[in-house]
């Protein structure tokens, strides 16, 4: 009898034994490598286990039970105007990512301000700058026009009533959410169309009774266009609403996973 | 444990006690509740039972295999959606490269002030004030400023929009069977579009000099109410068609005598 420690699960030896490729067996190494460690294993066989009862438990949908597959798939382009719209936000994000690097939102300079001319620089000389930005712009329109035909597809289809109210509502919160996104990066390249769009914006603010001035401070940080308007614009557009827009279509896409798609009679 | 063999609370032993019979279980501890939290426990409890027999007495098929195969059918035609949805994007961003106007300058006015063509409904919206009610006790003042009304009539509509789950209730989901909601729909839609064209009314009054303010007012607002009824009235068809259809196969299953 020896000293020297034996392990029942020499998974060396094991692995030594059996006739593998290099990919498998690099492939094992790190899995064994790394089970040692962090017991994947474990955490495996618990998510296999979940994902087993839960689609175990799941009753038929309604097109799976009465056959209606082929109606479903006529208007599956409908059904597919909502991922389509992540799709383009996904787009926008990478995208505004990149073209974030380069723009600079201040209004400072003699003829033309200091974001305009970020603006040209992207346009202009920086490589693929062009393109981004115009992949950028498309995006949005891409991403507005989707979520309004998602909204009439949810309309016509009668899919907003019960159990999906809550849905609905977070629905119209995105959209409107996602023209004052839209409104914000419109302000951002600070030309003669941001400018004037911009002071519609503060006028329409300024002309609702008793909040109304407060409202036009809040959101554009004063009574007419400039710096501190250009700065809120950068901030909702980069910050706040990313994370806001962001979080509210995973919790919109999650009650659409927990409560199924609503699918045509 | 302190010496003395004593639960204390000034912190300086763990605080933890091994339970022993006089210990309540979960449940005891639930049951125990009192106010929101036994409400709570009890709403649960119902659910629970409830779920539980509408399980027994259910018809539902349940899935012994997965319905559509994540890999590489799903995948597949997901992969297939996406690339042609970015492809057409970046297609159009190469072939129309958004336009870049001059820069900012506060003291030059422009001659076309418009935003993005998804706002043009709003901007629209601000031109409506010779819908502004007039009031005769006011001494034929009207109640709001135009630019006041313009902006405060978003709020109804936003507000309905909002409402809608809760204004049209049950079960029905196809067109034909709430003739009335599609005609609002369809109205609501045609007024995104007919007043987005009142967004850009001096752009319409250049190219189309036929069209003047008046007319073109009075179209936006009649246009669209006239689509809802046509809309309305086309289902309406539709339904009798259907009942028509449904009347004939039970006749020909039993002739009248």
Redo the contacts between chains.
Sequence with gaps: MSLQKKDDFDHGEWLDKKELSLIEKTYLFTLMWLDKRLRIVDYLELLEDQYYKMNMQMPKSHTEQYNLDNKFWYWYPLYSLGSLSIIAYVVLAITGALLGFYYAPATAGEEASVAYNQMLFIMAELNFGFMLRSIHRWAAQFMIAAVFLHMLRVYFTGAYKEPREVNWIIGVVLILLLLLFGFSGYLLPWNQLSLWAGQIGVEMAMSVPLVGEWAALLIFGGFEMGQPTLMRMYIMHVFILPFVVTALIALHVGIVWMQGIAEPH | MSEDNETRADGSGTGIVPPDDETPTWRDRKERTQGLSRLTYEYFERARREDQDLRQE?D?????V??FPAWPHETIR?LA??SF??G???F???T???H???????S???AV???????YW??GL?QTDPLNPELAILGGERLM?S??F???VHAPI?GL??L???L????????VE?PF??AL?MTG?MFAFTWSLLAIDNIIAERVPMMTATLLFDLVHIVPVVAGVVTYSVLKAMQEGYMYNLNRRYYRLRPPR
Excluded: H
């Excluded at chain 2, 539902?60 to 012994?64: L, S």
């Excluded at chain 2, 870049?100 to 506060?106: E, I, M, V, W």
């Excluded at chain 2, 002030?113 to 706002?119: C, G, M, S, T």
């Design positions: 259910s539902y098929v349940e899935r012994d997965l319905g997901n959606i996406t949805f970015i057409i994007m970046i159009l961003s190469a129309m490269p958004p870049f106007g001059d820069p900012a300058d506060p030059t006015t422009p002030i418009l935003p993005d063509w998804y706002l709003s901007f601000l400023q630019d006041t313009g902006v405060l936003i929009i909002f809608v789950p809760f049209n209730k049950g079960s029905a989901r196809r067109p709430e909601w599609a729909g839609v």
